[in-house]
């Protein structure tokens, strides 16, 4: 693995050594030239960044550089954690994108097999292809969450790039995307017909406007999900500065913050990147609130619960709520209080779907249910199931 990746700047470390003692730069592991690579195998969460733009659509020439980010991550301080973390520098781009891709997903793919949970800053978010592809030897349908201002399926008979690789993911053998979610899209960036097809595919979508009105919704579909990606241009420009972002409207510090512990503390989440980062040097508020979304990712983690045995009595409670020609079957979690519902299996279909009989919800679901209205997301996760 040590063959892909090149080590933390000397700019990084020698930032690192006038830092506190205590801080999380003194504490992680880090691929230096002097040290070697780290051993990771008792680690829970490590770092990389890759160092490929070249299928952004705005590509001008130039590769994203992470240290900025590093120097404010290695400046903060680590919470009450029990897992160790490693930096292991970066990934540089290939003599071809193919040849990133192939690293990327190469050492992903290690990490699944080691149980270590990547965290991968990134160029361009076409990056996210090669760790979708990652999952491909697990044998399993996954859950994608981009949380994004657009929907960047694009046009997946079109060469990929990082408007289109949510098009390539659908259209791709092996076929291992169950469900899409986009969490922050905001209409004018994305065409009706885009908008018709994430419904035509039962897919999911939640505007900017309800993620700012009411955070917790997102907080089901993230514990569902098994890769999430940031794209950093969802933020808004006076949070990220100008220079890097021209969207006058998006999510602020503290919602991308909030997203990125729920998506930490979601025990199925085995991947966290954050993309389309650019050089943030100008800009040292930009390159703190990344870190500080790092931050609170590993936060999460470090606070994970196992909810126990859904199917036991003693750890769950069972609701059941007559709708419509359906009884709906609700199972709250006495450990948590977190919900499920139930989606009844196809016998016949793929087995690969089967771990997505239960679909996270909120206590809102379970009210609705009991008004008489069922809930989009268990109608969507059917259907879905159906095809």
Known sequence: MQEFFTPVSKTVLAHREMLPEHVLGKQLQIYTQRTGFPEIDLCKIVILGVREARSSENFNGTYP???????SFYSLYAGNWQHQIADLGDIAAGD????????????????????????????????????????DGLSKMINYVNIDSKFDIGNADAPISNTSYVGKMVVDKPYNLFNYSNIGYQSYYNSSEEIALLEKLYFEA?????????????????RDADLITLDVSAIKSTELSYINSNSPNGLDGREVCAISRYSGISNKVSVFGVFEINDFNASQSASMLIAQVLWYFIEGVNYRIDDGDLSSETDFKNYQVPVDNEVLLFK????????????????????????????????????????????????????????
């Open 65 to 71: 550089s992470f240290d900025s980010v590093r120097k």
């Open 96 to 135: 071809t994108v193919e040849d990133t891709y192939f690293a990327l997903k190469t050492v992903v793919s290690e990490f699944f097999s080691k149980k270590i949970i990547p965290i991968v800053l990134g160029g361009s978010q076409d990056l996210v292809y090669p760790l979708y592809r990652a999952y």
């Open 206 to 222: 939640y505007r900017l406007g309800e993620i700012v009105n009411d955070l917790s919704i997102v907080e089901p579909i993230l």
């Open 332 to 387: 709250k979690s006495l450990k948590t209080q977190r919900w499920w519902i139930e989606i009844p299996f196809i016998s016949e279909m793929n087995n690969k779907l089967k771990r997505h009989t239960l679909l996270p919800c909120t206590y809102q679901d379970y009210e609705s249910a009991c008004n008489q209205e069922i809930p989009e997301r268990w109608f969507k996760a059917r259907r879905k199931n159906e095809i």
